[in-house]
Nanobody, 119 residues
Framework: QVQLVESGGGLVQPGGSLRLSCAAS????????AAWYRQAPGKEREFVAG???????SYSDSVKGRFTISRDDTKETVYLQMNSLKPEDTAVYYC?????????????WGQGTQVTVSS
C-alpha cells in the first residue's frame, strides 16, 4: 500500500521561504512522477509543480521562478522549495505520486500540509 507523508508546512511571513517534504513508502517510487498540488479555501485543487521519473519538471505560471520541485530517489522523497511566498500561496499542499506521469491528478495522495502566508 502506497503511503505519502507530507511535512514542512507552517506559518510564514510574505517574502519568506518554506520547504515541503513528501516521504513515500510502499511504491515503486523511481518509476512514478511526483507532484505538488494545493487547495485554497473555497477553491478547487490546482497543480503547482511536478517532476517526472526522468527529472523533467513542470510548474504552474503562478509559482514559476519562485518554487522548485526536486526528488531524491534514494530517499523516496520529493521536495518543494518555496521562496518569495505571497499571501495567495496560502493553501493546503498535497503530494501526489502519478504512475501515468501526466500531472492530471491520477495516482496516490498524501494527507496534506497547511501553508499560511501572513504578516
Amino acid at each position: 500500500q502506497v503511503q505519502l507523508v507530507e511535512s514542512g508546512g507552517g506559518l510564514v511571513q510574505p517574502g519568506g521561504s518554506l520547504r515541503l517534504s513528501c516521504a513515500a513508502s510502499g511504491s515503486e517510487f523511481t518509476i512514478f512522477a511526483a507532484a505538488w498540488y494545493r487547495q485554497a479555501p473555497g477553491k478547487e485543487r490546482e497543480f503547482v509543480a511536478g517532476v517526472t521519473s526522468r527529472n523533467r519538471r513542470s510548474y504552474s505560471d503562478s509559482v514559476k521562478g519562485r518554487f522548485t520541485i526536486s526528488r531524491d530517489d534514494t530517499k523516496e522523497t520529493v521536495y518543494l522549495q518555496m521562496n518569495s511566498l505571497k499571501p495567495e500561496d496560502t493553501a493546503v499542499y498535497y503530494c501526489n505520486l502519478d504512475p501515468i506521469q501526466t500531472f492530471r491528478g491520477s495516482g496516490y495522495w498524501g494527507q496534506g500540509t497547511q501553508v499560511t502566508v501572513s504578516s
